[in-house]
């Protein structure tokens, strides 16, 4: 069992550098979005530190991986990323704490029967996280 405070820093680490997508994956040469493609939950956060990631990492799976900066001046950057049942569980467990984008977790979770619904909900979200034309409650 994760910790309450893991999770509420998850949670908060998840609202201001994550995000949520439903990934259409394909499988051999079925390119086509024929029977050999699936969609599936994919989450990603990225932070310039490695540390907070590696909770995640701990106690949702998923990955970590390492991007190059494009300035040589700048610090890498690291982005968790998790797909499917791990991605699932992860939103599952930090919707409690959520603020900003409890909107895109619902879309998600609410429609895992129907990820090609859940994708076009995700898609009407402008890039301030909001519905288009609506305000999103803080309460």
Same mark, same amino acid.
């Given at each position: 069992?994760?910790?309450?405070? $893991? ?10 550098? *994550?995000?949520? &997508?439903?990934? %259409?994956?394909? %499988? ?7 029977? *050999?493609? /699936? @969609? ?10 490695? =540390?907070?990631? !590696?909770?995640?990492? #701990?106690?949702? &799976?998923?990955?970590?991986? @390492?991007? !190059?900066?494009?300035? #040589?001046? /700048? ?9 499917? @049942? ?13 603020? $900003?984008? #409890?909107?895109?977790? =619902? ?11 859940? &994708? ?6 402008? %890039?301030?996280? %909001?519905? #288009? ?7």
């Amino acid at each position: 069992m994760v910790e309450e405070a $893991i999770i509420a820093y998850l949670a908060g680490l998840f609202d201001g550098e *994550g995000s949520v &997508s439903i990934l %259409k994956q394909y %499988k051999g040469k079925h390119k086509t979005g024929g029977a *050999g493609s /699936w @969609r599936a939950v994919r989450l990603v956060i990225t932070n310039r530190n490695r =540390d907070c990631l !590696e909770l995640a990492e #701990k106690h949702f &799976s998923g990955l970590i991986y @390492r991007q !190059e900066p494009q300035n #040589k001046d /700048w610090s890498p950057a690291y982005r968790w990323q998790a797909h499917g @049942r791990f991605a699932v569980e992860f939103l599952e467990a930090i919707r409690p704490y959520v603020v $900003i984008k #409890k909107p895109h977790i =619902d879309a998600v979770l609410n429609n895992l029967d129907d990820k090609a619904r859940a &994708s076009e909900l995700l898609r009407t979200f402008n %890039k301030r996280g %909001k519905l #288009k034309g609506t305000q999103l409650p803080l309460n």
